[in-house]
């Protein structure tokens, strides 16, 4: 690295620093090469993504920053580092094994041929018989024949360890997907909730919380069977997922529950929103491919709150859940708390 370089470098990693400070960001090695991009402007699209979550949330949340590293960085290398990572450390046992074989057969060759021909330039002196002589060039080339085998073992030993590294890094890429993703919705779960909710609530930023139950759930599994219920909570995710702009972000809780966390909105707007969307649930029509018939009594029950600085996590989300209790009780398909 040149002079040049390394004091901008050390620049940008000096503007870095701070700001990871100021919106308390963790200090990981993805997070340091998360600001350092964008304090370097090297990446516009990057730049504008975080401008958006510090407008809307006050802050970039933990969940926002791992989500952006690996959407704009971690393609490029973090992957790859992870997955050689992985990969050396699943392979190396079996490959030095191997290795060691390989040049254990290699030596021992070497020493079977130095004696070989040592015999046989013992020819002239001693007068070896053809007999003799054909049974060391046999053993040469029954010896050859195992280096041969043993080589080439190594060299199928590292073609299978190319194919482990990928499918590695497939695997690398799934873990980390699931580890905060709904496997049969898509959305993100209740433990990527948690990290946002925690990152709002300690920025003290404004937003509001709503939380949707999708009404008599239980019926469709029973009456339908359990295809039918994960083609609801599909077509129900597909709705919230449309509500998820401007830093909206939707969340699977488990079952039938799910969540919408607005930075910025405050009651008024985010019930407006829950109304929208308990409006475009009621019109959803599902084709049963069982029966063939179509399904088109979905309806949901809300709870919308904001968030209220002197209260935390568990509060907010049990004074919503019951807000959402109370539609249900109110006769469902309703936001509460009713129009302001």
Request: overall charge negative.
């Amino acid at each position: 690295m040149s002079k040049d370089s390394f004091a901008q470098s050390a620049a940008y990693l000096k503007q870095a620093v701070p700001l990871m400070i100021k919106y308390q960001i963790p200090t990981t090695p993805a997070n340091y090469t998360l600001w350092y991009s964008y304090v370097s402007a090297s990446m516009p699209e990057l730049n504008h993504a975080i401008d958006q979550a510090i407008k809307l949330q006050g802050t970039c949340s933990l969940t926002t920053c791992e989500r952006l590293f690996h959407q704009h960085l971690a393609a490029q290398d973090e992957q790859q580092i992870e997955t050689m990572k992985l990969s050396l450390a699943a392979m190396a046992s079996e490959l030095g094994h191997t290795m060691q074989d390989a040049l254990s057969d290699t030596g021992a060759f070497q020493t079977m041929l130095d004696r070989s021909f040592e015999r046989l330039s013992q020819i002239d002196d001693e007068g070896l018989s053809l007999e003799d002589t054909m049974g060391i060039l046999r053993d040469l080339v029954r010896e050859s024949r195992d280096v041969r085998m043993s080589t080439m073992h190594f060299r199928s030993q590292l073609s299978n360890a190319e194919k482990e590294i990928k499918e590695l890094r497939e695997m690398l890429n799934e873990t980390r997907k699931l580890a905060n993703e709904d496997a049969l919705t898509g959305l993100l779960n209740r433990r990527a909730f948690g990290l946002e909710l925690d990152s709002l609530i300690r920025s003290r930023h404004p937003f509001s919380l709503i939380l949707a139950d999708i009404d008599r759930f239980k019926s469709f599994n029973d009456e339908y069977g359990h295809l039918l219920g994960d083609q609801v909570l599909r077509a129900f995710s597909q709705r919230m997922r449309e509500c998820c702009r401007d830093g909206v972000t939707a969340y699977r809780l488990g079952g039938e529950e799910f969540a919408l966390l607005l930075p910025g909105r405050n009651l008024s707007l985010s019930r407006q929103m829950a109304e929208s969307l308990r409006r475009a649930i009621e019109k959803m029509s599902i084709l049963d491919r069982k029966s063939g018939k179509r399904i088109d009594h979905i309806t949901s029950s809300f709870g919308v709150s904001e968030f209220n600085s002197q209260e935390t996590g568990d509060t907010l989300v049990e004074r919503t859940d019951k807000l959402l209790y109370k539609a249900k009780e109110l006769g469902r398909n309703r936001v509460m708390p009713l129009a302001l």
